[in-house]
């Protein structure tokens, strides 16, 4: 069992993690924790990013519970970076 406060998984994970880990803070909000990741697909992806190229789900504190992002959830966060 492993926790993790940020992580990356697939190709080019291991960069995404240094991104994370760089950029990550621990009073950052929900909306601010919830662009991260697509911040650091975008710096490895560029142009390549888009809502059919990338997958991402997160866990809040606040409801304990997993959320795989919806093609329609991933446009409306891209269109925030």
Known sequence: M???KAFAIGSGAAEARAYLEEHYK???NDEELKLLPLKALKELMGDNLNKNT?????ILKEDIKF???SLEEKEEMLAKI
Not at 54 to 58: E, G, I, L
Request: proline fraction near 0%.
């Open 26 to 28: 621990e009073d950052m």
């Open 54 to 58: 990338c997958d991402v789900a997160f």
């Open 2 to 4: 492993w926790g993790y």
């Open 67 to 69: 959320k795989l992002l």
